[in-house]
Nanobody
Framework: QAQVVESGGGLVQAGGSLRLSCTFS????????MGWFRRTPGKEREGVAC????????YYEDSVNGRFTISRDNAKRTADLQMNALKPEDTAMYYC??????????????????WGQGTQVTVSS
């Protein structure tokens, strides 16, 4: 069964940067939209960024637009999230997920069928 694995989380000061990486082992990786989500204690999980299966479309949640960039490398079966100008409110568990034939019209969590275990990002003030 295909697996999603995240890496790259950690502790960073406000204003700093982190790069999260996601590997999805599905052989037809290029058929899947990849999304990044996050959850903080007491809050629902929210979509952060999405890149469509063909890479033509990206979508960002308003609070990260202009600071985060999602990218994909189909040869490596990876989807990365570059996070710049981090704020304490970005502190969360970050999850990567895959959506077959996803077009990233928004970040519809229910469409994503494969999920990783998450990687913690902590931003200190």
């Amino acid at each position: 069964q295909a697996q999603v694995v995240e890496s790259g989380g950690g502790l960073v000061q406000a204003g700093g940067s982190l790069r999260l990486s996601c590997t999805f082992s599905e052989s037809n990786f290029e058929d899947y939209a990849m999304g990044w989500f996050r959850r903080t204690p007491g809050k629902e999980r929210e979509g952060v960024a999405c890149i469509s299966y063909n890479g033509a479309t990206t979508y960002y949640e308003d609070s990260v637009n202009g600071r985060f960039t999602i990218s994909r490398d189909n040869a490596k079966r990876t989807a990365d999230l570059q996070m710049n100008a981090l704020k304490p409110e970005d502190t969360a568990m970050y999850y990567c997920a895959a959506d077959l034939w996803g077009k990233c019209i928004g970040i519809p969590e229910g469409d994503f069928g494969w999920w990783g275990q998450g990687t913690q990002v902590t931003v200190s003030s």
